[in-house]
């Protein structure tokens, strides 16, 4: 949906581990204990994070019963390292991954369940950022970053096509096709082939829940009205041609906004950086805009979160959880993090962000009509937080890019990719011995 926001998914084709089919049932891993540790001890943590290294010494210095080892693990195959890390018991205390990726390890009992040890951290964040850490209901993690979505678009081409900022998903779709009554080589939106993500942050921001707990099972509902009426809009992109399809794995991808041949995106803290190197042509033109509605008076936007998990195996519980929540809220890790100095890209999944915005934003790169921190403040709040993964997310979505790229081939239509993945869903859990219900 956004630029570089392929979501990709290591190990997707795992098999889910029968011991934690239902997190909210029990928990998989190492049992919770609410012992506290004494003593020295030593943690070892998996980041690939710039500037995370730093704030691992500046911890360190500050806390010498609580040593961390910091090992960068940057690479395609961390997810793969760590799996079988966990299975050789040789696995780190903590390691960085996204919400995503955090259910899968919970389904597969990788995790450690902290729900007890993390608890006087939690009104530190966002409800949808501890939902990200809490799949099911058991805590495997603290959150770390989240990433809020908002627009940024052409102002000086909207004014060239005469199409106000839009409010709504409707108002997209009708200044798209405003847009391509004057220049059919100029679209709204882009939409890659091979990234499913529009239809992830459009359900999201629609209330539609893919995923939900209920009692012992979990309730499917990826053809309930929300979700339908987010493919619709995915559908009118798509009938209408008013997207482009520039692949986010090229990185020659940046040009179809730079030169202006796509005049909107929705966006994130963490891309704004980028567009400011690779935006040469059209810096100083591009505004920043609350994201479009599907109901004014049910804002929603959607996000994605990193996490700092605690591997299956930890022996200390609760300084993994003391020490991930230092790094991911007090004020002193927060302040060097969010520096655009450190290059961690990181934005706050704290309940207040404000005092981290004004510096993230490329003074440059916006042309200062509309007030950027507020945008990406207002975005930070209104993330809805109905949204939560399910204990086979991963494969879910490995089958839902098979389906995109038919989607935008028109092929098949969003509405037949839904109701295909409602039914896949819920035989797959059904295969690995995972209560599941059609949503009502």
């Not at 994201?291 to 936007?301: C, E, G």
């Not at 022996?315 to 991930?324: E, H, N």
Request: hydrophobic letters at 40%.
């Amino acid at each position: 949906m956004s630029t570089t926001r392929t979501r990709a998914f290591a190990g997707a084709a795992a098999a889910l581990s029968l011991s934690l089919t239902l997190s909210a049932c029990g928990g998989g891993g190492d049992t919770d204990s609410s012992a506290k540790t004494e003593g020295k001890v030593q943690l070892e943590f998996w980041s690939w994070t710039d500037g995370i290294q730093q704030q691992v010494d500046v911890w360190n210095k500050a806390h010498p019963e609580t040593q961390v080892k910091y090992v960068n693990a940057a690479g395609d195959t961390v997810y793969q390292k760590l799996r079988a890390a966990v299975t050789s018991g040789n696995a780190p205390c903590l390691s960085k991954m996204d919400g995503m990726n955090l259910a899968n390890f919970a389904a597969d009992g990788l995790l450690t369940d902290i729900t007890k040890v993390a608890a006087p951290y939690k009104s530190r964040y966002t409800v949808p950022a501890w939902n990200a850490v809490s799949p099911g209901g058991a805590t495997y993690g603290v959150p770390t970053g989240s990433s809020p979505l908002f627009t940024a678009y052409r102002a000086d081409l909207f004014q060239k096509y005469g199409i106000a900022e839009p409010k709504t998903w409707d108002d997209v779709i009708a200044a798209g096709k405003a847009v391509q009554k004057k220049d059919k080589g100029v679209k709204i939106y882009n939409m890659a082939g091979e990234d499913p993500s529009t239809l992830v942050d459009l359900s999201w921001e629609s209330g539609a829940q893919w995923y939900g707990i209920a009692g012992d099972h979990w309730e499917i509902g990826f053809t309930s009205p929300e979700a339908l009426k987010a493919g619709e809009i995915v559908q009118q992109l798509v009938d209408n041609d008013l997207a482009s399809n520039a692949s986010y794995a090229d990185p020659g991808v940046f040009k179809t906004w730079d030169l202006g041949k796509t005049i909107m995106m929705t966006t994130s803290t963490w891309q704004l950086p980028i567009y400011d190197t690779n935006f040469p042509k059209s810096k100083g033109k591009w505004q920043l805009a609350d994201a479009p509605l599907f109901d004014p008076a049910k804002p929603r936007t959607s996000s994605n979160f990193d996490v700092t998990a605690v591997l299956k195996g930890c022996k200390y519980p609760d300084r993994a959880a003391q020490f991930a929540a230092w790094l991911s809220s007090s004020k002193e890790s927060l302040t060097a993090l969010t520096d655009p100095a450190s290059k961690s890209g990181l934005f706050p999944a704290v309940k207040d962000v404000s005092p981290y915005v004004d510096k993230i934003i490329p003074t440059q790169m916006f042309n200062g009509k509309s007030d950027s921190a507020q945008i990406i403040t207002t975005a930070a709040s209104r993330v809805g937080d109905q949204w939560q993964y399910g204990p086979n997310y991963a494969a879910t979505y490995s089958e839902m890019q098979k389906q995109w790229g038919k989607v935008m081939k028109k092929e098949t239509t969003v509405k037949e990719m839904l109701t295909h993945l409602q039914d896949w869903v819920l035989a797959d859990l059904k295969s690995k011995g995972v209560k599941a219900v059609a949503a009502s």
